[in-house]
């Protein structure tokens, strides 16, 4: 059974940062690409950052100069993809959600993020 279980999402004051993590089983998590994405309410949801199976990484425009290559990570041995956020912004809070893509395409649950006062 294939499950992407996100964490560490939560309530954080403009300027904070936070550090997502994304548990993944149920497939070959070293062969896939991973990445994070992002849905703001009323808004479709956009790539934020990817770190392929070889690790090269890459970020969303909208995200670049807060959020770096080096945002996202992987560990193959822990199956697990993080997602470092640094500088955030009240236009930040949405859903985060983990994807992998190969063979097949998976999303977890999804991760609230809110960025506020």
């Known amino acids: 059974q294939v499950q992407l279980v996100e964490s560490g999402g939560g309530l954080v004051q403009p300027g904070g940062s936070l550090r997502l993590s994304c548990a993944a089983s149920?497939?070959?998590?070293?062969?896939?690409?991973m990445g994070w994405y992002r849905q703001a309410p009323g808004k479709e949801r956009e790539l934020v950052a990817r770190?392929?199976?070889?690790?090269?990484?890459?970020?969303?425009d909208s995200v670049k100069g807060r959020f770096t290559i080096s945002s996202i990570s992987r560990e193959n041995v822990k199956r697990t993809v993080y997602l470092r956020m640094n500088s955030l912004k009240p236009e930040d809070t949405g859903i985060y959600y983990c994807?992998?893509?190969?063979?097949?395409?998976?999303w977890g649950q999804g991760t609230l993020v809110t960025v506020s006062q």
């Open positions: 994807n992998a893509n190969a063979t097949m395409d998976y």
């Open positions: 149920g497939f070959t998590f070293s062969s896939y690409d």
């Open positions: 770190i392929t199976s070889s690790g090269r990484t890459s970020c969303a």
